[in-house]
T-cell receptor, first 112, second 114 residues
Framework: GQQVMQIPQYQHVQEGEDFTTYCNSS?????IQWYKQRPGGHPVFLIQ?????EVKKQKRLTFQFGEAKKNSSLHITATQTTDVGTYFC????????????FGKGTHLIIQP | KAGVTQTPRYLIKTRGQQVTLSCSPI?????VSWYQQTPGQGLQFLFE???????NKGNFPGRFSGRQFSNSRSEMNVSTLELGDSALYLC?????????????FGSGTRLTVV
């Protein structure tokens, strides 16, 4: 099945700084979903992007889907301690034979 | 409404034993997926069930199996447990296959194999 690669694996930021995580694929993605997992918790669905070049915003979070539908990013403006956690991107394979495949995630660590 | 319920929350088993984990999806959700989460491998897809049929399967050995009942509740079974099976097993439900609305995860079952 396809793989989505996420970078960076870890990101340390000072509270109030911005944060970005990137998700890349060697093949065209049919869609991209983003999830957040707090420490000790379970993944929580944030958003789905489907269209080429799509940009969606949720308060301080901005999600983008690349024009070629091979990459995506999640940007958080002015991080807060509540943003701590691991952010995952996930996608279905184009052939539909696999389930939702997750990237390894980016661990966001915020220093107050 | 109630979320995705997984039982038990914690489990300790001995190598060679088998284990059955249970998942009750959100009412009305017909698709149930299972994931294994470990620090080294991250979230790995096990299988997805819809209308009592396995629709998708990940790259796991045949020791891992599952089923879905007519009320959409699902179970997964792991036979002949190995130390490497120690992980958090997450169940996720959705309205439909390849949903646009994302998956809702349960809190997971923490399996420790000793």
């Amino acid at each position: 099945g396809q793989q989505v690669m996420q970078i960076p694996q870890y990101q340390h930021v000072q509270e109030g700084e911005d944060f970005t995580t990137y998700c890349n694929s060697s093949t065209t993605l049919s869609n991209i979903q983003w999830y957040k997992q707090r420490p000790g918790g379970h993944p929580v669905f944030l958003i789905q992007l489907v269209k080429s070049g799509e940009v969606k915003k949720q308060k301080r979070l901005t999600f983008q889907f690349g024009e070629a539908k091979k990459n995506s990013s999640l940007h958080i403006t002015a991080t807060q301690t509540t943003d701590v956690g691991t952010y995952f991107c996930a996608s279905y394979s184009g052939g539909g034979a696999d389930g939702l495949t997750f990237g390894k995630g980016t661990h966001l660590i915020i220093q107050p | 409404k109630a979320g995705v319920t997984q039982t038990p929350r914690y489990l300790i088993k001995t190598r060679g034993q088998q284990v059955t984990l249970s998942c009750s999806p959100i009412s009305g959700h017909r698709s149930v997926s299972w994931y294994q989460q470990t620090p080294g491998q991250g979230l790995q897809f096990l299988f997805e069930y819809f209308s009592e049929t396995q629709r998708n399967k990940g790259n796991f050995p045949g020791r891992f199996s599952g089923r879905q009942f007519s009320n959409s509740r699902s179970e997964m079974n792991v036979s002949t447990l190995e130390l490497g099976d120690s992980a958090l097993y997450l169940c996720a439900s959705s309205l439909d296959l390849r949903t646009d609305y994302g998956y809702t995860f349960g809190s997971g079952t923490r399996l420790t194999v000793v």
